[in-house]
């Protein structure tokens, strides 16, 4: 992969880029503004910098990530993209149209990848005309940080596309691990029954936020308690996950519960808004 393209200038898809650049391949990031796409590129500057501050980067390793690193506002800009990661907003439609789009302008060897945690991959591989050159390339939040990716394979995909999914994920350092296109695939079809269950937990009286937080960790080493990972993750992205779910497997404990619906409601979606389970 001599270049990669990264839609979206959100957390993930700003994390994204930064692991691309950080294995020394060219990235372009597209957002839907000019301005915002400036600002991703800062911020990814801004999180280097932190690593250099820690000693974790040397200033000249930040320097040459950031050679690698370009912005747009036009997916036109992406036409010469070996590789594509779709990580825009989780909403099938919009992803379906965006698919549709880059099928038209990118050369037909390009890979186009989603990093959807949930939606099905082959609805997004049907709105192109190279269904076998659609995968899932699912990074974790911060992808900086996280060292698992998911390689999501559609019925459609073929075996050259997903092994070239499994090269880039090894170079960019990460661990892959290989799923069948299924809601939730492997880590969310576990972990979000879970987080739902202790919301119920919270919603019954049994205990209170932290106590169940300061519990799981305690008592199951996990690094941070279940209300904790609903902030981090967004509230808004777990309602979309739980609702995936249930749409697929149509179990009851899968419904997102109601005291996330309203947060959601109140815009109180989590670390991103300083206002979720806790305040921030």
């Known amino acids: ?70 912005v747009a506002s036009e997916l036109s800009e992406l036409k010469n993209c070996d590789l594509i990661i779709e990580s825009a907003v989780e909403d099938l439609a919009t992803k379906k149209d965006l698919f549709e789009k880059l099928d038209a302008i990118v050369n037909p060897e390009c890979i186009i990848a989603t990093n959807t945690s949930t939606l099905p991959v082959i609805e997004l591989a049907r709105s192109t005309k190279r269904p076998d050159r659609v995968c899932g390339i699912h990074f974790f939040n911060p992808a900086t940080i996280m060292p698992l990716v998911e390689v999501v394979r559609p019925i459609t995909a073929s075996d050259e596309t997903i092994a070239m999914a499994n090269e880039f994920v090894k170079t960019c350092g990460k661990e892959a691990v290989q799923v069948v296109d299924r809601a939730g695939f492997i880590v969310n079809a576990l972990l979000f029954p879970y987080l739902n269950n202790a919301i119920a937990m919270f919603e019954a009286g049994t205990a209170s936020m932290q106590d169940i937080d300061t519990a799981m960790k305690g008592g ?11 902030d981090l993750v967004g509230l808004d992205t777990s309602v979309a ?24 409601s109140e815009g109180k979606l989590g670390r991103k808004t300083k206002q979720g389970f806790f305040n921030y």
């Open 1 to 70: 992969m001599k270049l990669v393209g990264v839609i979206g200038s959100g957390i993930m898809g700003a994390g994204i880029a930064e692991v691309v650049a950080r294995a020394d391949v060219d990235v372009v990031v597209r957002s839907r503004s000019q301005a915002t796409a400036e600002a991703t590129r800062n911020q990814i500057q801004a999180s280097l910098q932190k690593q250099v501050v820690k000693g974790k980067l040397t200033q000249a390793l930040q320097d040459e990530a950031m050679k690698h690193i370009c």
């Open 220 to 230: 199951c080493n996990f690094p941070m308690g279940p209300f904790a990972l609903l």
């Open 241 to 264: 996950i739980l609702e995936a779910l249930h749409a697929e497997f149509k179990r009851p404990e899968l419904e997102p519960r109601p005291m996330l619906r309203k947060l959601v």
